[in-house]
């Protein structure tokens, strides 16, 4: 009698541990999935803001390559405009002062932008060592604005 006693005790002992096991299993399941659905909630915001950041990179980035179109054709312009003074100066005093000019390519650009004829006259009057600076960058301009 003792024994059966002793084995229901048991039987009953493994069937309240095996319930509470169950609860407990299902509680860190549950906490398992909240934690889950956490992390799916918190990937979709981290998905959507980079593509946020990928737009507003894409917009920083138009933005920038229209900048640097408008300072160039700015440039541009600023050189056409100095070349128009320039082939207005008598040749001599337009090579004095293009000898002067500390950025050879600025004086190259100054010359590219000007009549051909009136380029060379000053190119006559211009520091020999300058020249060769000026022909040297108007190389490379040209090779830039190659088709």
Same mark, same amino acid.
């Given at each position: 009698?003792?024994?059966?006693?002793?084995?229901?005790?048991?039987?009953?002992?493994?069937?309240?541990?095996?319930?509470?096991?169950?609860?407990?299993?299902?509680?860190?399941?549950?906490?398992?999935? !909240?934690?889950?659905?956490? +992390?799916? &909630?918190?990937? $979709? %915001?981290?998905?959507?803001? =980079?593509?946020?950041? /990928?737009?507003? @990179?894409?917009?920083?980035?138009?933005?920038?390559?229209?900048?640097?179109?408008?300072?160039?054709?700015?440039?541009? !312009?600023?050189?056409?405009? +100095?070349? &128009?003074?320039? $082939? %207005?100066?008598?040749?001599? =005093?337009?090579?004095? /002062?293009?000898? @002067?000019?500390?950025?050879?390519?600025?004086?190259?650009?100054?010359?590219?932008?000007?009549?051909?004829?009136?380029?060379?006259?000053?190119?006559?009057?211009?520091?020999?060592?300058?020249?060769?600076?000026?022909?040297?960058?108007?190389?490379?301009?040209?090779?830039?604005?190659?088709?």
């Amino acid at each position: 009698m003792l024994m059966r006693f002793l084995i229901i005790s048991l039987l009953i002992c493994n069937i309240t541990f095996a319930q509470i096991e169950e609860k407990e299993t299902k509680k860190e399941l549950k906490r398992i999935e !909240e934690a889950r659905e956490s +992390l799916r &909630k918190e990937i $979709e %915001k981290n998905q959507a803001l =980079l593509e946020q950041i /990928k737009k507003e @990179k894409e917009a920083l980035e138009a933005l920038k390559t229209q900048i640097e179109n408008e300072k160039k054709a700015m440039q541009q !312009e600023r050189y056409k405009n +100095l070349a &128009k003074i320039f $082939e %207005k100066m008598d040749p001599e =005093l337009a090579g004095q /002062k293009l000898s @002067k000019i500390d950025d050879p390519k600025i004086a190259a650009y100054i010359i590219y932008n000007m009549n051909e004829k009136k380029a060379g006259a000053v190119l006559q009057n211009t520091d020999p060592q300058m020249v060769n600076k000026i022909v040297k960058a108007l190389t490379e301009i040209k090779n830039e604005n190659k088709p």
